[in-house]
């Protein structure tokens, strides 16, 4: 079991990335092309820097993958290049590794134990390794469908592609029941498809993955908006079980700022959407930041993604705001101490590329000629508590005024929740004050047959969660069609992170 001295003889390596020209220059996946063998052995190296830990830390769903991935044991494997029983150990617990390997932040690389001290050159790269088998499996075709040789004869409804609605799907179309995935987008994958941009998953990988699961037995239904194309009476006639995993796509405007009626003024969706859509081939997108001065406010994932797309596009100039202080370099113990997910400065490859990024400010005006946007009014700010009442407050810390350009003004300010839609009224549901929808112990809402999980019960989170949630449900739908289950559960309903609170 491992190389305990392994983080000692090799350091800790990232993957290469193509030259910053390449990349603004093109749609594809940030990362340089590597020959698959010479790729096998660097991630071989950095699989052995795996310890043989007491107690991993990286697998508990508390503080590192809430999936329960058995990463020392593949990582062993991978150190011994033993590729195909490593893949068939990362996908026990992962559907898949592909898109968390792409797409997950890592949680379990804030929880290894060589987090600890920086003295050990940093944590196992655990996000490679995994990606890695996932491409070596696909390479070498250890990934094949899984028929079900049984049929409950049981139907299940899955209401949204994303994720957890794919991850739920499959694991139900294995355990022998007839699933139907109903999207009402065109093309299947929720925010997998249009809300993450191809340079940092190219849809390819998500259609390999969809052309699996169409093998298995599942059905596809796109353009079809549940309570809308499809009745709720027909669909709780037709399916004896509904999962809802429509997400949490309710964007957070901002109403208050002088100016936001100008137009030019967007959510961040909205400038995703149709430029995701442009790469698949659907014409010129309606918001484009070609020629223009653009201003993302907003420092999150979402923002990042808006931030590589504009400069793709051809922007003149990025600017991203937060309102919080510049993040240090290093975790700051007192603040989050391990295992917990550290607060740090995180630089995506899109802030590599081009733009810049403003800390600790905040938008006081938008200012416009002719109805338009021309401009930002911004002063320095500072965050704080509410004693009183505990409410977040934004405070000016002084009253000078810097204008910027602005042509495009894209709001990356997070999501509010469950969008409102008929089907939730058909099913006699509402939402939480936080805008998802809850339930109980067993992932039932309050309307009998009917579950939910990812972002819809869990508020937008991460892509690693979702998956946790749908492996989670597809073992409650299966317990109460058949009554016993023998599906995997990594996580419960109340499930949260390890935090400082």
């Known amino acids: 079991m491992a190389d305990p001295t392994g983080f000692l003889k090799y350091e800790r390596e990232e993957p290469k990335k193509k030259s910053k020209e390449e990349r603004l220059s093109s749609w594809g996946e940030v990362y340089a092309d590597v020959d698959p063998g010479e790729r096998n052995d660097q991630v071989r190296k950095q699989a052995s820097r795996c310890m043989d830990c007491g107690i991993p830390f990286c697998h508990s769903g508390g503080s590192g993958c809430p999936l329960g991935n058995l990463i020392p044991e593949w990582n062993d494997l991978v150190r011994r290049g033993d590729w195909a029983a490593a893949s068939d150990r990362l996908h026990a617990t992962n559907n898949f590794p592909e898109f968390t390997g792409k797409l997950c932040p890592a949680p379990c690389e804030a929880g290894c134990v060589l987090s600890i001290s920086p003295l050990s050159g940093g944590p196992v790269s655990i996000k490679r390794v995994e990606q890695t088998i996932a ?9 094949q469908p899984q028929v079900s040789e049984v049929s409950s004869g049981r139907r299940v409804a899955v209401v949204g592609s994303g994720p957890a609605g794919l991850a739920a799907a499959q694991q139900l179309t294995r355990a022998g029941h007839e699933v139907t995935v109903f999207e009402r987008d065109d093309r299947l994958g ?10 940092k998953m190219e849809k390819k990988v998500l259609d390999r993955r969809l052309a699996q699961l169409r093998k298995e037995g599942t059905r596809f239904v796109t353009g079809c908006e549940v309570g809308v194309d499809l009745s709720v009476e027909d669909l709780r006639a037709q399916y004896d079980a509904v999962v809802l995993a429509v997400g949490a796509l309710r964007g957070r405007d901002d ?17 995703l959407v ?3 859509k442009y790469v698949e081939g659907d014409g010129p997108p309606a918001i484009d930041a070609r020629g223009k001065h653009v201003v993302i406010i907003g ?3 979402t923002g990042a993604d808006s931030y590589g797309t504009a400069t793709r596009q051809g922007a003149l100039s990025v600017t991203q705001l937060d309102q919080y202080p510049m993040p240090p370099s290093a975790r700051d113990d007192a603040r989050s101490p391990w295992p917990t997910w550290p607060y740090i400065l995180r630089t995506y490859a899109a802030h590599e590329e081009a733009g810049e990024r403003k800390f600790a400010v905040a938008v006081k005006r938008f200012v416009g000629s002719e109805g338009r946007i021309t401009g930002v009014e911004l002063q320095q700010v500072r965050v704080q508590k509410d004693p009183a009442t505990g409410r977040r407050e934004v405070i000016p810390v002084n009253d000078e005024i810097e204008t910027l350009p602005a042509d495009l003004v894209l709001l990356a300010i997070g999501f509010e929740g469950v969008e409102e839609m008929p089907l939730l009224d058909g099913l006699g549901l509402s939402l939480t004050r936080r805008g998802t929808l809850s339930c109980g112990a067993d992932w039932q809402t309050e309307t009998p047959g009917v579950f939910v999980c990812g972002d819809a019960h869990r508020g937008a989170s991460l892509v690693v969660w ?4 749908g492996r989670s449900v597809a073992n409650a739908v299966d317990t109460y069609l058949t009554g016993a289950s023998d599906l995997p559960a990594p996580v419960h309903p109340t499930a949260l992170p390890l935090a400082v609170v």
Do not use: K
């Open 135 to 143: 491409d070596q499996s696909w390479e070498a075709g250890y990934v």
């Open 190 to 199: 929720g925010l997998l498809r249009y809300g993450i941009p191809e340079f």
């Open 255 to 271: 109403t208050t700022t002088p100016g936001r009626e100008l137009a030019g003024i967007h959510l961040a969706m909205e400038h």
């Open 274 to 276: 149709p430029a995701n």
């Open 299 to 301: 420092g999150g994932d």
């Open 466 to 469: 979702a998956i946790a949630e």
